[in-house]
C-alpha cells in the first residue's frame, strides 16, 4: 500500500501521511517510546523533529536511559539540525550520572 513499507509500518517519507495523520499518530495510545525513537530517527522535517523532541520532555526516565546510545547517536548525526542536543544537556544539567553517561557514549 502507499506510505506503508514491508512489515505494515509508515514509510519514514511519509508516504500518503499527511501531517494531522503524523499528528495524530503521535497521539496516540499506541505510540510509545519505540516508535518515538523510530520517527526521531527517521523524519528530518523540522517542525517533526521540534515536536518529538517536545514530547520526550514528558518521557519516563526509563525510556530515555534504555533509548539513550540511540539517542546520542542522533545526536550526533544531526548535530546541526536537530534539538535533540539541546534536550540531552537540559537533562544532564539535572543529572550529574546522566552526563556521564552522555560523555562516554558520544
Known amino acids: ?26 497521539q496516540s495510545e499506541c505510540f510509545d517510546a519505540h ?9 528530518e522535517a523540522a517542525g517533526i523533529q521540534d515536536y518529538l523532541v517536545n514530547e ?6 526509563g525510556d530515555i ?8 547517536q542522533i545526536a550526533v548525526l544531526r548535530y546541526t539540525r536537530s534539538p535533540l542536543k539541546r534536550f540531552l544537556l537540559d ?11 552522555i ?3 558520544a
Not at 35 to 43: A, G, I, R, V
Not at 91 to 101: D, I, T, V, Y
Open 103 to 105: 560523555r562516554w557514549l
Open 91 to 101: 537533562r544532564a544539567e539535572r543529572s550529574m550520572h546522566f552526563a556521564l553517561r
Open 65 to 72: 536511559d534504555f533509548f539513550l546510545p540511540q539517542l546520542c
Open 1 to 26: 500500500a502507499k506510505g506503508v513499507a514491508q512489515g505494515g509500518r509508515p514509510r519514514p517519507d511519509g508516504g500518503a501521511m499527511n501531517g494531522g495523520s503524523l499528528l495524530r499518530l503521535f
Open 35 to 43: 516508535l518515538h525513537m523510530y520517527y526521531l530517527h527517521s523524519m
Open 56 to 61: 520526550m520532555y514528558k518521557m519516563t526516565d
